[in-house]
């Protein structure tokens, strides 16, 4: 059969990577097609995608429902079956089969259209959300593996940059404050196996356990570095509380008390998550800072 690209994946690939993502997209429905023979599947569903992977329902051989992956490889993917090998389904989709020179992975079949964000409390789903996150944790980065402290040292290097795109002194403020807390911590970044895009939407109901993380972009560190998604995800619900810092301080007390860690440090490493989306945007050319992060960054002053 042949598989049809999504219109908004392919736009996605476009914006993103130019002509290589023109090149890889025009390339997928025959990388498809040589998976689907290769590892004897059929196509059971309709296919869904994020702004980078193709996931299509298939069927194997033995009649077990599963999840063909295809995404091409980049340096925050090139990990992923490393990491979900690690894990070997521990609070993560279990890895079935891979294929690192291409990318694609062949993994347990999840319920995509049910995740963490439907669950209406959002502190219910947050204890969820930690208990996996305590799992996938426990385990250490294999060798190998991307490590924060490489990446710490990187943001150090981009702060000066950074500050000279920026206006205005709040923004500044906060910058060189949280470029303060890495510094601080750079020299003692972990060796835990951390997810580093945990949040609600790449928590699905399974089969297996009633829930299970997907979509790692796996990283040695820290499990400090692994609280930010969850504290600006949802965060219309922070909002309506009528109390923002209080609203985060809640739900970074709730991951810091479940993961067992220590306060002051979890702060500072989240604090350098939101630099390093500081430095994102200023790479893009955005002159002022996002106010949820420094909402965030502000909240943490409490705790760091």
Request: proline residues 6%; charged residues 30%; aromatic residues 6%.
């Amino acid at each position: 059969m042949r598989i049809k690209v999504p219109e908004a994946l392919a736009a996605s690939h476009l914006e993103y990577a130019d002509d290589a993502g023109a090149a890889w997209t025009d390339a997928l429905p025959a990388l498809a097609e040589r998976y689907l023979d290769e590892w004897d599947l059929r196509p059971d569903g309709e296919p869904r995608h994020g702004i980078v992977a193709l996931v299509l329902p298939v069927v194997r051989a033995d009649g077990t429902r599963a999840a063909l992956k295809l995404q091409p490889v980049t340096e925050e993917t090139a990990d992923e079956a490393l990491g979900l090998r690690t894990w070997a389904g521990d609070g993560s989709v279990l890895l079935l089969e891979a294929d690192p020179a291409t990318g694609t992975m062949l993994l347990e079949r999840l319920d995509g259209g049910r995740s963490l964000s439907a669950v209406p409390d959002v502190i219910e789903a947050l204890e969820i959300l930690t208990g996996l996150l305590r799992r996938l944790t426990a385990h250490p980065a294999p060798e190998g593996m991307r490590h924060l402290g490489d990446i710490a040292r990187g943001m150090l290097d981009g702060v000066d940059a950074a500050l000279a795109g920026l206006p205005r002194e709040r923004d500044r403020h906060w910058l060189r404050h949280c470029a303060s807390a890495v510094a601080e911590l750079a020299d003692e970044p972990g060796d835990r196996l951390l997810h580093w895009d945990l949040h609600y939407d790449n928590v699905l109901a399974a089969g297996r356990e009633p829930w299970l993380a997907i979509d790692p972009k796996p990283l040695a560190g820290d499990p400090g570095f692994d609280l930010m998604p969850a504290l600006w995800n949802r965060w219309e619900e922070a909002v309506a509380t009528g109390d923002v810092p209080r609203a985060v301080l809640l739900r970074f007390d709730c991951m810091v008390d479940g993961l067992g860690l220590d306060r002051r440090r979890a702060a500072g490493w989240t604090l350098g998550r939101v630099l390093q989306n500081f430095l994102w945007a200023t790479e893009d050319g955005e002159e002022e800072l996002s106010e949820i992060l420094l909402a965030i960054a502000e909240a943490l002053r409490a705790r760091w």
